[in-house]
Nanobody, 122 residues
Framework: QVQLVESGGGLVQAGGSLRLSCAAS????????LAWFRQAPGKEREFVAA????????YYADSVKGRFTISRDNAKNTVYLEMNSLEAEDTAVYFC???????????????WGQGTQVTVSS
């Protein structure tokens, strides 16, 4: 079992930055694929970014490419999402997810956090 706890959300003005963190506990973290998803009010949850276990390969939704960066620190059992040039459209609850297998951009991740709210004011 893997437990995931997100933090770092909050209110920020458009053009600003935030860094989300997701701390994992439980099984061996370093072998898991990790991802961030988000869900805006009235919309379905959508993929944001993912990183393979080695940290060498990353994937991004087109809407955040060039603005967001996913990274991981296996020694700290933590995955990060650095968000820059935030837009009102980035307002959502952000979830981190983990999987022992690579499932890419799909929602087939085995473990999910509870989410952290990010609100971008225009």
């Amino acid at each position: 079992q893997v437990q995931l706890v997100e933090s770092g959300g909050g209110l920020v003005q458009a053009g600003g930055s935030l860094r989300l963190s997701c701390a994992a506990s439980g099984r061996t973290f370093s072998s898991y694929a990790l991802a961030w998803f988000r869900q805006a009010p009235g919309k379905e949850r959508e993929f944001v970014a993912a990183i393979r276990w080695s940290g060498g390969l990353t994937y991004y939704a087109d809407s955040v490419k060039g603005r967001f960066t996913i990274s991981r620190d296996n020694a700290k059992n933590t995955v990060y999402l650095e968000m820059n040039s935030l837009e009102a459209e980035d307002t959502a609850v952000y979830f981190c997810a983990a999987s022992p297998d690579w499932v890419g951009t799909s929602e087939e991740y085995a473990y999910w956090g509870q989410g952290t709210q990010v609100t971008v004011s225009s």
